[in-house]
């Protein structure tokens, strides 16, 4: 009797190192296959916020875009441009991972297309959606310059208006200061916690009109070169997509900030 608890302690002692090394075994297969798949993610970014016409594609480790300004043509440019990019890169459109777009704000017809278009391919090829900011954007592109500075992103809405948000990096992340609004220029604010910021963007044309700024430092750099990119949303779309913050194709809508805009289902038009 002795020598059979000695030896079903001993059989489940090995059972038990069996298990460990099993479940280690396991946590180690997931890492690897979570760390290959981010490595190999496929996502196409679109933006048509803006004057600018951008289509980028993130193939694993590799970016590839194409960048065009060239006002009221998107609805000519962005399929062609899609067709070319994935062509370049050898894959079709089933070979993705999910489709990212510039959802606003922006111009009213600019961000349609872009919504459009990414809910067609997203449906044809039955693939998620990202929805991305397209203010966000502009910051991850002045990211490097503002040198740790709040981002104060703005672009033209016409109407004398402006479409703005405060945004900083926290460990790479985006925390917004202020949220994504529509104002007056001179309704443009920094909290007070903030004495020098950077200006990006479009909206800047209206500059002298933000005087509730008059006491921040603000370092303008050529803001209206800085345009919303789908480059710049892949970086934005890939940390969601991981986070799996996605969308079915039918259910993302366009962000115009606006209310009095409204966006009706395919099956409503």
Known sequence: MLFYRVGAKNTFNSISGLCILFVESLEWLVKYCCAEYTL???ILALDTSTDACSVALLNGDELTQEFRIEPRR?????LPMVQSILASSSLRLEDLDAIAFGRGPGSFAGIRIATGVAQGLGLAADLPLIPVSTLAAMAITAQSAAQGLPILTALDARMDEVYWALIRF??????YEVEERVSAPSDVYVPDSFSQVMGVGSGWVYAQAMESLSNVKLVLNQPESIYPTAAAMLTLAKALFLEGQV????EVRPVYLRDDVAWKK???Q
Do not use: F, P
């Open 266 to 268: 395919k099956d409503q």
């Open 74 to 78: 998107h609805t000519h440019l962005l």
């Open 170 to 175: 926290d460990e790479g992340k985006i925390v």
């Open 40 to 42: 190999m993610s496929r």
């Open 247 to 250: 969308s079915l194709a039918d």
